[in-house]
């Protein structure tokens, strides 16, 4: 039967045909082939509608008491779910509350009013985005009885990728999902769309996929559990699209050498190099590396296809062109804005990791910086939006160990905006808060700790300087994303001040006075995420608390437990918090003299780092200095044996 395969099957009950004629008719504007009883039931009705579902992208099921009540719509809703059809409710009475088999079968879609005219119109545009998540328009029946089976296997190939995809999409909006906040029932919803459901003072909201309740924390959806493992598997996805869009024009040949950079035509996967035509070439020929998996760009593959057939004969030229600078630039920028985060841009990093290999740092800090002065020189952008632009990068390049980078430009973001942009409150306070930071970390990497060590102190002077002042400016600001910064950094100033405590302090502010200030910071901080109900940043908080400990106490070990159960259940066992409790766990054994115990956690620690940072980052390379000291060489080697 014509039209049957990848269509849209209208499922209703015969008081409602008038409103599903409506609706096909649309559907067929828009280029959809649809299925209908009225026109397109043949021989047995039973096989017929069995073949349209089993033939359908999507469903459309205009639902009533009489929809429920009728066996042959229950016969056909049964059967699509059992054949996982995807199933796209619509309710022409608003009062009709799905049950016995019907509620089991539509309980976990999204309804759309269809009462009459008016909501049929108002609801479209909502219909038509829910259909094109499962269902492409189709093409003319000419035109697929001429399609070769190559060229449907792909249609099938990419009908399975979308639908794959299809679990990244919020039910609401129905496009990628922004910032995941989970309900009680374990769905996920962009925060703005559960916004705009549930304002600021509601305090019970029904999940519109399974009308579960849940309890909204104090009114305010911002504090419901944010999806890190649905946000994870986004910024997977976005770096798979990012790579796949950009691979095939965007790359240069990472084998020639000079200011002249090819075009890449393709890539070695154990090399994990972008070749030119050239190198290609030379790369097959070399003994060597010819047995290496080279694989050419889509393009070039066609290019290549379509020579060898016209002229078998003729080789095939190289292709030499030079990279359009503008055009670099907007893909550097799409593929930062994707893969940026604020906490750690894990993806971001590996991209980078898996285009350059062991330089990949280097590489990284010029690019950004050649395009941030190529911003700044060509004026493309305001003021505001280049120190934006400047403070994301700077947190990247910290993130990435690039401290010395990360320190320059943050320094240049400062002076910006006092001198340029009005010094506004919560901007500095962003980038008070990352100065700290940044000078934390150069601070955390020396391996050992010296009373009055005046190097290190003067760097902690810059890290409580910089805390104080962001500190100062956040509490002047309102919101729940003010009071997470602020918690953050006030985790940040009292591990600083632990620090400080441990070099001895100064005349200024002694050990004392350091003592009595942290302890204050990290109570406020716990409050803070307790309140916002973050459980890592909690983890993060109560690990900090130990520190302030003795070293090596039952009350330390207490709190690094604790924080180290929070940090699992929040991020699962690799991720940057738990390579610092790894670190942390270690040495409090050390201290106590337990060298083996300390050893599993340093074990632990390196290999959370080479994972979450990379092996050439300063974190990771900092592990395998420890496992050089005799003791843990002469464990490594007692290991080795017994193995």
């Not at 942290?518 to 901080?525: G, L, P, T, V, Y």
Request: some cysteine; glycine content about 6%.
């Amino acid at each position: 039967m014509a039209g049957e395969s990848g269509h849209v099957m209208i499922s209703y009950q015969w008081d409602a045909q008038k409103r599903m004629i409506k609706l096909r008719d649309k559907l067929k504007q828009e280029g959809y082939d649809v299925w209908m009883d009225i026109e397109k039931m043949e021989g047995s009705i039973l096989e017929s509608m069995g073949k349209a579902v089993e033939n359908a992208d999507v469903i459309l099921a205009c639902i009533s008491q009489k929809y429920q009540d009728s066996k042959s719509c229950k016969t056909e809703a049964e059967y699509a779910y059992t054949k996982n059809v995807p199933i796209i409710p619509l309710k022409i009475d608003d009062d009709f509350k799905p049950s016995s088999w019907l509620g089991p079968v539509i309980g976990a879609s999204l309804y759309y009013r269809v009462d009459n005219d008016k909501m049929l119109n108002d609801s479209w545009p909502g219909i038509l985005r829910a259909i094109q998540r499962f269902c492409k328009k189709t093409v003319v029946e000419e035109t697929v009885k001429a399609a070769n089976a190559e060229q449907l296997s792909a249609a099938t190939g990419k009908s399975v990728k979308r639908r794959a995809r299809k679990a990244l999409d919020c039910s609401i909006c129905l496009e990628r999902f922004r910032n995941p906040k989970t309900l009680t029932c374990l769905h996920s919803f962009c925060k703005e769309c559960l916004l705009g459901l549930a304002p600021y003072g509601t305090a019970v909201i029904s999940c519109p996929l399974c009308r579960q309740e849940s309890n909204v924390p104090e009114g305010d959806v911002n504090k419901l559990k944010s999806n890190f493992h649905l946000q994870e598997l986004i910024e997977e996805e976005a770096l798979q699209e990012q790579l796949t869009a950009n691979e095939s024009n965007k790359f240069t040949c990472t084998c020639c050498e000079g200011d002249e950079q090819t075009k890449a035509v393709g890539k070695c996967e154990e090399c994990n190099h972008y070749l030119c035509s050239m190198s290609m070439e030379a790369h097959r020929k070399f003994p060597a590396l010819r047995k290496h998996n080279i694989l050419p760009f889509e393009e070039e593959k066609k290019a290549s296809e379509s020579s060898s057939s016209s002229s078998p004969s003729t080789s095939t030229s190289s292709s030499v062109a030079k990279e359009n600078p503008a055009e670099l630039l907007t893909t550097v920028w799409e593929i930062f804005d994707a893969l940026y985060n604020e906490d750690h841009s894990g993806t971001l990093i590996k991209y980078w990791m898996q285009r350059q290999g062991g330089n990949w740092q280097t590489a990284m800090v010029n690019q950004y910086v050649t395009c941030l002065n190529e911003l700044e020189d060509d004026g493309v952008i305001s003021e505001h939006a280049l120190a934006k632009r400047q403070q994301q990068v700077a947190r990247v390049f910290m993130q990435a160990g690039q401290y010395d980078a990360a320190v320059t430009l943050v320094k240049k973001t400062i002076e910006l905006e006092t001198k340029e942009l009005g010094a506004r409150p919560e901007n500095l306070a962003d980038l008070y808060g990352l100065a700290s930071t940044i000078n934390l970390e150069i601070s955390k990497q020396a391996d050992f700790i010296a009373e009055h060590d005046e190097k290190e102190l003067a760097l902690l002077r810059e890290v409580i300087r910089n805390a104080r002042k962001c500190i100062k400016l956040r509490k002047g600001l309102s919101g729940d994303a003010h009071k997470y910064k602020l918690g953050k950094t006030l985790v940040g100033l009292t591990f600083a001040l632990s620090a400080w405590i441990e070099h001895g302090g100064d005349n200024v502010v002694s050990v004392a006075e350091a003592e009595v200030e942290a302890k204050r910071h990290i109570e406020n901080a716990i409050e803070i995420f307790k309140e916002l109900d973050t459980k890592g940043n909690l983890a993060d908080a109560i690990m900090t608390k130990g520190i302030l400990y003795d070293r090596g106490s039952e009350e330390q070990e207490n709190l690094y437990m604790e924080a180290y159960k929070l940090c699992v259940e929040a991020y699962g066992e690799c991720s940057v918090l738990t390579s610092r409790l790894n670190t942390n766990i270690g040495i409090m054994y050390e201290d106590r003299g337990d060298y083996h115990e300390a050893y599993k956690w340093f074990v632990k620690w390196g290999a959370t780092c080479e994972k979450v940072f990379g092996y050439h980052h300063e974190k990771t390379e900092k592990t395998r200095r420890l496992f050089e000291e005799p003791k843990y060489a002469a464990i490594k080697k007692e290991q080795e044996k017994a193995k």
